[in-house]
C-alpha cells in the first residue's frame, strides 16, 4: 500500500517570502501522480498543482512549484513570494495510475502554513 | 465554487444515531467519492461510485453504508454514532472512473456528543 508522509506540521513564512513543504512517499509502482492541495479555512479541498510521474520537468502554476525526486520518492512543494492568502493547510497526495484505481487519493498528515505579515 | 453540493453544512448528534449526508456532484460528473478528516486518522478514502455502482472501497467501517441514486446524487449513511465518528466529511466528483480531475465538496462537520 502506498503512504504518504508530511514531516512538517507547521510552518510559519513571512509575506515575500519563499517557504518550501516536504512530502515522501512510498509506492512499488513506476507510474503515478502527486498532487498537492490547500485547505484554507473555509475548509474546501483546493488542487494547487499536479505532477506526473513518467513528466521529468517539475509542475509549476504561478507562485507554486515542485521539485519532483522521483528516485528518492519525494515532493516538495515551494511557494514563492507568499501571500496572506496562502495560510492553510497543505496536504500532499499519491495517485495510483492504475485506471481502476480511479481518484483514491491516499493522503499525507498535512502542513499547516503561517504566513506573517 | 468547484460544483460540489453537499448537504449539511453541520450536523450534531448523540452516540447511537444515525445520520445520512448528502452529496450532489457536479452537472455531468458520474463518479463519486467519500472522504473522511479526522483529527486522529487524517484525510482517508471511504468509498467511490460510478453512475450508481460501487466501484472501489477504502477503510469504510461496516456501520457506514453509500450508495449512488439514478440522478448520481450521493448519499453516506452513517449508523450506531460512537464519538471517534466525529469528521469533516468530503464528497468529490470526478467525470469518469479515469484519471479527470477531481472536485471535493465543502464538507460536512459531523459532531457526535
Known amino acids: ?117 | 465554487d468547484s460544483g460540489v453540493t453537499q448537504t449539511p453544512k453541520h450536523l450534531i448528534t448523540a452516540t447511537g444515531q444515525r445520520v445520512t449526508l448528502r452529496c450532489s456532484p457536479r452537472s455531468g460528473d458520474l463518479s463519486v467519492y467519500w472522504y473522511q478528516q479526522s483529527l486522529d486518522q487524517g484525510l482517508q478514502f471511504l468509498i467511490q461510485y460510478y453512475n450508481g455502482e460501487e466501484r472501489a472501497k477504502g477503510n469504510i467501517l461496516e456501520r457506514f453504508s453509500a450508495q449512488q441514486f439514478p440522478d448520481l446524487h450521493s448519499e453516506l449513511n452513517l449508523s450506531s454514532l460512537e464519538l471517534g465518528d466525529s469528521a469533516l466529511y468530503f464528497c468529490a466528483s470526478s467525470a469518469g472512473l479515469g484519471l479527470e480531475k477531481l472536485f471535493f465538496g465543502s464538507g460536512t462537520q459531523l459532531s457526535v456528543l
Open chain 1, 1 to 117: 500500500a502506498q503512504t504518504v508522509t508530511q514531516s512538517q506540521p507547521e510552518m510559519s513564512v513571512q509575506e515575500a517570502e519563499t517557504v518550501t513543504l516536504s512530502c515522501t512517499y512510498d509506492t512499488s509502482e513506476s507510474d503515478y501522480y502527486l498532487f498537492w492541495y490547500k485547505q484554507p479555512p473555509s475548509r474546501q479541498m483546493i488542487l494547487v498543482i499536479r505532477q506526473e510521474a513518467y513528466k521529468q520537468q517539475n509542475a509549476t502554476e504561478n507562485r507554486f512549484s515542485v521539485n519532483f525526486q522521483k528516485a528518492a520518492k519525494s515532493f516538495s512543494l515551494k511557494i514563492s513570494d507568499s501571500q496572506l492568502g496562502d495560510a492553510a493547510m497543505y496536504f500532499c497526495a499519491y495517485r495510483s495510475p492504475v485506471r481502476a484505481a480511479g481518484n483514491k487519493l491516499t493522503f499525507g498528515g498535512g502542513t499547516r502554513v503561517l504566513v506573517k505579515p
